[in-house]
């Protein structure tokens, strides 16, 4: 192993939790992340599927009193941040490890001007006069595309696309090693989509940051990621290099999510949606969670949970059914 | 923002204008005659209809409010019934002490429900916020008489600390502030605590928390700037009353406020003192309002957004 492939960010076994007044909701179920240095990992699936639940839990976020982080360690650079206190929480969060929210229209203060907000990272991380930190975070607005003049602005002077270029510029304000990017163009016009894709994926590479891009888009994720992991109901069903994923689909939930996207060569092929809906986080299937909606399952698959095991160097799998002789998915044969 | 406030200013105008008519209707329609008061009951019909004349009373009531409406512009708002001083005078002489009230009353009132408020709202469900409920109910609950009266048996006729009336000194501001000020810190706990519950759930507190902000910082810098739009609101419209004099209070401790000096010149069928008191009410009531609206520009920039465009 060289320095290139040094672990940034190591999770294992996280386990997550939201309770309230005797009903306990399981958002993540044990799941384990690497992220490599420079790399992108991708954590794909349905709303509601945990992804910003193990994201938040990264920056230690996950609110209290209702959330706990149950069980595993989130290693940063060697260190367990569920050991950390507060103050060493604060110290690394927008430091070493920087989230991009989704909402772009409600993630801004509306009542502090954008540099303002861009500089307050800087003020807390690098130590440095407001002043200072201020003439950066103009800096960093023209390198997200947006002329420095406007920081003296207010959120409500911006438009979707341009605020979630400032929600950026603050993720990056302290260049974190790491970048948690929740669904970051969910809600922009697609035209806009591509363009704040394209200067993530530039600015990534600039400063060399570690992603891990969290999206329901498939087209998104064969955009930007080197690795994928598919989750389903705070588990992760399957994860693999982009070429595993895309082109050696093994679990039956990722095909489902590869038949639902309508295909622009083939207009006669019909979509075949995923039949039913996410369980019950409160009240999660016995065996494999994605059986009752899974249209290869048995009996079996109904009582043993499935383990996560390597079908090859990079690609793992979640699947029972693997273990009937000469089984393969639909796709696969296609 | 400044042509917005001169438009602002203007309105205050007919609104003055609507009230004082309504006043001087009102004070012409109630039972007791001026005339009479200022005479007594041993005056001959000569002398009554002598004085009427003089008084003007004896013209359709259209021209006496005229006639009224163009003195007051000229700051001529007559003279009172008994010792023919200038009614203007009169209240202006007492303004300063209901200011000073007004002010007091809502220091107290901010230096309470503001952390109480906050803690609240920021832990909610738990015996502070319990407690803060219960403070709120029973402060909202208390009639100001009664809570009055009760501080002054206690602090003055028992314990012997504080005075129970008039004006000596800051001693003095003490019991009253507090009677008006616990209704106030009451209903502005329960604000503080509702904004800020209302704004700890938003996202931006979360981008706030990202970016490796203290708890502290998040709250007072982060949460409590968009709270402020409830509370300056709360403690705006409950400043414009109290300048419209705390009644009840100032009447308890013979405070020399615009509040006892209206309740004593409606109980001596002082007309034009009434009249007066009223009106300079609805003024300084319409530049409050307006200050509000001032800060809030400042408060939230999409507010003076607004007002600039809708110029």
Not at chain 1, 106 to 128: C, Y
Not at chain 2, 121 to 149: E, K, Y
Not at chain 2, 293 to 308: H, L, N, S, T
Request: glycine share 8%; net charge neutral; hydrophobic share 45%.
């Amino acid at each position: 192993m060289n320095s290139n492939d040094k672990k940034v960010l190591e999770v294992k076994n996280l386990t997550v939790t939201y309770e309230s007044e005797g009903s306990v909701v399981e958002a993540v179920n044990g799941i384990n992340l690497d992220l490599t240095a420079r790399k992108t990992v991708g954590l794909v699936g349905e709303t509601g599927a945990g992804k910003t639940t193990t994201a938040l839990s990264l920056l230690g976020l996950v609110q209290k009193p209702q959330g706990h982080v149950k069980n595993g360690k989130i290693i940063i650079n060697g260190k367990n941040i569920l050991e950390m206190t507060e103050k060493e929480l604060e110290n690394i969060r927008g430091k070493e490890i920087a989230m991009i929210f989704q909402d772009p229209m409600t993630a801004l203060n509306p009542v502090m001007t954008v540099g303002d907000q861009i500089a307050e990272s800087i003020v807390k991380h690098e130590k440095v006069k407001y002043e200072e930190a201020f003439a950066k975070a103009s800096e960093l607005l023209e390198t997200v595309g947006i002329d420095k003049a406007r920081a003296k602005e207010y959120p409500h002077q911006f438009s979707g696309g341009m605020r979630q270029r400032v929600v950026i510029a603050i993720a990056l304000a302290c260049r974190p090693g790491i970048l948690i990017a929740d669904e970051p163009t969910t809600a922009l016009d697609v035209t806009i989509q591509a363009q704040v894709l394209d200067m993530m994926k530039k600015l990534k590479d600039e400063y060399e940051t570690s992603m891990i891009m969290i999206t329901h888009d498939l087209g998104v994720v064969a955009e930007i990621c080197d690795e994928v992991a598919v989750m389903y109901a705070g588990h992760i069903l399957e994860y693999g290099v982009l070429e595993d994923i895309f082109n050696r689909t093994k679990h039956p939930y990722t095909e489902g999510l590869f038949n639902s996207i309508p295909d622009i060569n083939d207009d006669k092929i019909r979509l075949v949606p995923i039949d039913g809906g996410m369980p019950d986080p409160s009240n999660l299937p016995k065996g494999c969670v994605f059986h009752p909606r899974c249209p290869y399952a048995d009996e079996k698959c109904k009582t043993e949970k499935p383990e996560l095991k390597n079908i090859s160097e990079t690609h793992q799998v979640a699947c029972i059914a693997y273990d009937r002789p000469g089984f393969s998915l639909g796709r696969s044969n296609s | 923002m400044i042509r917005y406030i001169i438009r602002r200013m203007l309105w205050v105008i007919p609104t003055v204008l609507v009230v004082s008519f309504l006043v001087y209707v009102a004070m012409d329609l109630t039972p007791g005659d001026p005339a009479n008061a200022v005479l007594g009951d041993v005056a001959t019909d000569e002398q009554y209809n002598q004085v009427r004349e003089e008084m003007g009373l004896n013209d359709p009531i259209v021209v006496r409010y005229f006639r009224y409406v163009v003195n007051a512009v000229q700051g001529d708002l007559g003279t009172t019934l008994y010792g023919k001083r200038s009614v203007w005078d009169e209240v202006m002489s007492r303004l300063p002490y209901t200011i000073y009230l007004t002010l007091a009353s809502i220091v107290v009132a901010v230096i309470f429900s503001l952390p109480l408020g906050i803690l609240a709202g920021i832990r909610q469900n738990t015996w502070i916020d319990t407690l803060a409920s219960v403070f709120s109910f029973v402060g909202m609950a208390i009639p100001n008489f009664w809570l009055g009266i009760l501080l002054i048996m206690a602090f003055s006729v028992h314990l012997g600390w504080l005075p129970s009336m008039g004006v000596h000194g800051f001693k003095s501001i003490i019991l009253p502030a507090i009677t008006v000020g616990t209704g106030l810190t009451a209903s502005l706990t329960r604000t503080v605590r509702a904004a800020m519950l209302d704004v700890i759930r938003q996202d931006y507190l979360r981008t706030a928390r990202a970016k490796g902000l203290s708890n502290r910082v998040v709250i007072l810098k982060h949460a409590l700037k968009n709270a402020m739009i409830p509370i300056v609101t709360i403690i705006g419209t409950n400043m414009a009353g109290l300048l419209a004099g705390a009644m009840v209070t100032e009447t308890v401790f013979s405070w020399p406020g615009i509040g006892y000096l209206t309740i004593k010149s409606v109980l001596g069928g002082d007309y034009n003192l009434v009249t007066g008191c009223i009106i300079i009410t609805a003024v300084l009531m319409s530049l409050i309002l307006l200050l509000i609206d001032v800060i809030y520009g400042f408060v939230d920039p999409r507010i003076k957004a607004q007002y600039v465009e809708g110029r």
